[in-house]
């Protein structure tokens, strides 16, 4: 009888022991896309566009909220310049927050897909702020020891988001307005003929 408990105890410290050892190395791969994805956010909110570029891959492909897509190192680093940089800017400072949902999901040992939300404020040179609620995907690989942004998607929501809502805004009291104008055109046009003298 003690043979066999002994022989069961044995069986289960070797299952357990098997289990620990397979778990490791996914449980380190999740902890550098941690440590890859603070890196990526610090490096966005700082605007270190050099760090940025130091964790993607050099066939790295991005596509915008806006619908932009940029692809390569180089193309990342002039869409940035572009939107952020130059005299014809766009965007004067974002900050952002990257929640995924899950763990990352492994193809094979070199590829990753992440999702999740972000929360994404943004200043305009415009002077408009605003906040986004945003949703991403990432696609990331596995290249000299450690892991790189492949691919990444970012989306809004198309039929709620704070620019539709400031346009909605905009014509509803641009009509408003509009619509004074015609009113008091209208007006003055009348009333002017009211007081004409019969020829």
């Not at 070199?110 to 990432?138: C, E, H, M, P, Q």
């Not at 619509?179 to 020829?199: D, K, M, N, T």
């Amino acid at each position: 009888m003690k043979i066999i408990k002994g022989l069961c105890l044995a069986t289960l410290f070797a299952i357990s022991a098997a289990t620990a050892q397979e778990a490791t190395p996914a449980a380190q791969q999740h902890e550098e896309l941690r440590k890859l994805q603070a890196a990526m956010e610090a490096a966005l909110n700082a605007r270190d566009l050099d760090a940025l570029i130091a964790n993607l891959d050099e066939n790295v492909v991005f596509t915008t909220m806006n619908g932009d897509v940029a692809t390569g190192r180089e193309g990342i680093r002039e869409y940035f310049k572009i939107m952020m940089e130059g005299p014809g800017k766009r965007v004067e400072s974002v900050t952002t927050d990257f929640i995924p949902d899950a763990l990352s999901v492994f193809y094979g040992d070199d590829v990753a897909v992440a999702f999740g939300s972000s929360n994404d404020d943004y200043v305009l040179t415009s002077g408009s702020k605003f906040t986004i609620k945003g949703r991403w995907t990432a696609t990331l690989v596995h290249k000299d020891g450690r892991w790189l942004v492949g691919a990444f998607h970012y989306s809004a929501n198309v039929f709620d988001n704070p620019i539709l809502k400031m346009q909605r805004k905009f014509l509803t009291w641009g009509g408003f307005a509009i619509a004074l104008l015609f009113a008091a055109i209208g007006f003055f046009v009348g009333r002017r003929r009211r007081v004409q003298p019969a020829a």
